[in-house]
T-cell receptor, first 109, second 115 residues
Framework: EDQVTQSPEALRLQEGESSSLNCSYT??????LFWYRQDPGKGPEFLFT???AGEEKEKERLKATLTKKESFLHITAPKPEDSATYLC??????????FGKGTRLHILP | GAVVSQHPSRVICKSGTSVKIECRSL??????MFWYRQFPKKSLMLMAT?????????EQGVEKDKFLINHASLTLSTLTVTSAHPEDSSFYIC???????????FGPGTRLTVL
């Protein structure tokens, strides 16, 4: 069964305290893995797409990596404005998209 | 856990016809449902937000007369693509939210192909 699991469910960090969010997946034929940021009451904001193991992408304080079983979203020296829910989604060979439940990140000033 | 379904999963239609896509929350009541369109390989674009019993709120640039959204009950929202054209071909995804938790649950998506 295709599945996406994100951990932790919630994470509180002090400003400047780097950490990583995890997205583990099992899917038949990975077409792409997506990371989104979502603020309350708004739609997800696209961050990255990763296609193959070993791929890495960076944007400001965020860096996404991909292996055959999981993806990590590394956040370096976060700021309070990085507080949001971070969603991971996987698109399978049959086009279906499976979303994780997200990680609620809270950065304390 | 909360489950959201979409029907159909795939639809092919001729240009000029209308297509209805259903989004159902199977085991919870969704006060808010969101409709998205996914562009190839990346971004998920929010099209509209619908609250049960009220009119949908459309994002800028989304034609509300073309993409009709109805949220008649706490478990069902529908998106109707009227007079579909090939450029409407896309992957449409819905999500359902429970306002007290700020959590959204996503459907598996519907692939629309307009010939």
């Amino acid at each position: 069964e295709d599945q996406v699991t994100q951990s932790p469910e919630a994470l509180r960090l002090q400003e400047g305290e780097s950490s990583s969010l995890n997205c583990s997946y099992t899917v038949s034929g990975l077409r792409g893995l997506f990371w989104y940021r979502q603020d309350p009451g708004k739609g997800p904001e696209f961050l990255f797409t990763l296609y193959s193991a070993g791929e890495e992408k960076e944007k400001e304080r965020l860096k996404a990596t991909l292996t055959k079983k999981e993806s990590f979203l590394h956040i370096t020296a976060p700021k309070p404005e990085d507080s949001a829910t971070y969603l991971c989604a996987v698109q399978a060979r049959d086009d279906k998209i499976i979303f994780g439940k997200g990680t609620r990140l809270h950065i304390l000033p | 856990g909360a489950v959201v379904s979409q029907h159909p999963s795939r639809v092919i239609c001729k240009s000029g016809t209308s297509v209805k896509i259903e989004c159902r929350s199977l085991d919870f009541q969704a006060t808010t449902m969101f409709w998205y369109r996914q562009f190839p390989k990346k971004s998920l674009m929010l099209m509209a937000t619908s609250n049960e019993g009220s009119k949908a709120t459309y994002e800028q640039g989304v034609e509300k007369d073309k993409f009709l959204i109805n949220h008649a009950s706490l478990t069902l929202s529908t998106l109707t693509v009227t007079s579909a054209h090939p450029e409407d071909s896309s992957f449409y995804i819905c999500s359902a939210g429970i306002v007290t938790t700020d959590t959204q649950y996503f459907g598996p998506g519907t692939r629309l192909t307009v010939l």
